[in-house]
C-alpha cells in the first residue's frame, strides 16, 4: 500500500510559477513510476507529465512541455511538479499517482494504470 500526499497548490497568475510536492508513505515508493494528472471542471482528467521509478525517464504532455519539469527526490519519498509561465488553462485539480506496471514506459499516460492516487491539490491560474 502506498499513500500518497499532494501539496502546493493556489492561486497564481499568469506567467508566474507554483511547486507542487507529491509525498509517499508505505511500501518502497522508489519503486513506482508516479505520475501528474490534472482535472478542470467539466473536463476529463488528463496526463500532465511523469517520472519513471530511478527518474531516468520523464515524459510530458504537448500542452506542458517546456514549461513544466517533474523531478523525484526518493531520500525523501517526493515528487516534484515545478510549474512555470502557467496560463488560466493550466487551472485544474492536480492529482499525483503511482503505477508499479512493467511496461510503465508504454503506459505511463494511462490513468487506469496508476494504482494508488492522491486526493489532488488545486491550482487556479488567473489572467
Known amino acids: 500500500q502506498v499513500q500518497l500526499v499532494e501539496s502546493g497548490g493556489g492561486s497564481v497568475q499568469a506567467g508566474g510559477s507554483l511547486r507542487l510536492s507529491c509525498v509517499a508513505s508505505g511500501r518502497t515508493s522508489s519503486d513506482y513510476g508516479v505520475g501528474w494528472f490534472r482535472q478542470a471542471p467539466g473536463k476529463e482528467r488528463e496526463f500532465v507529465t511523469a517520472?519513471?521509478?530511478?527518474?531516468?525517464?520523464?515524459y510530458y504532455s504537448d500542452s506542458v512541455k517546456g514549461r513544466f519539469t517533474i523531478s523525484r527526490e526518493d531520500a525523501k519519498n517526493t515528487v516534484y511538479l515545478q510549474m512555470s509561465s502557467v496560463k488560466p488553462e493550466d487551472t485544474a485539480v492536480y492529482y499525483c499517482?503511482?503505477?508499479?506496471?512493467?511496461?510503465?514506459?508504454?503506459?505511463?499516460?494511462?490513468?487506469?494504470?496508476?494504482?494508488?492516487w492522491g486526493q489532488g491539490t488545486q491550482v487556479t491560474v488567473s489572467s
Open positions: 499517482a503511482a503505477s508499479n506496471s512493467l511496461f510503465f514506459r508504454i503506459h505511463y499516460g494511462l490513468d487506469n494504470k496508476y494504482k494508488y
Open positions: 517520472i519513471s521509478s530511478g527518474g531516468s525517464n520523464t
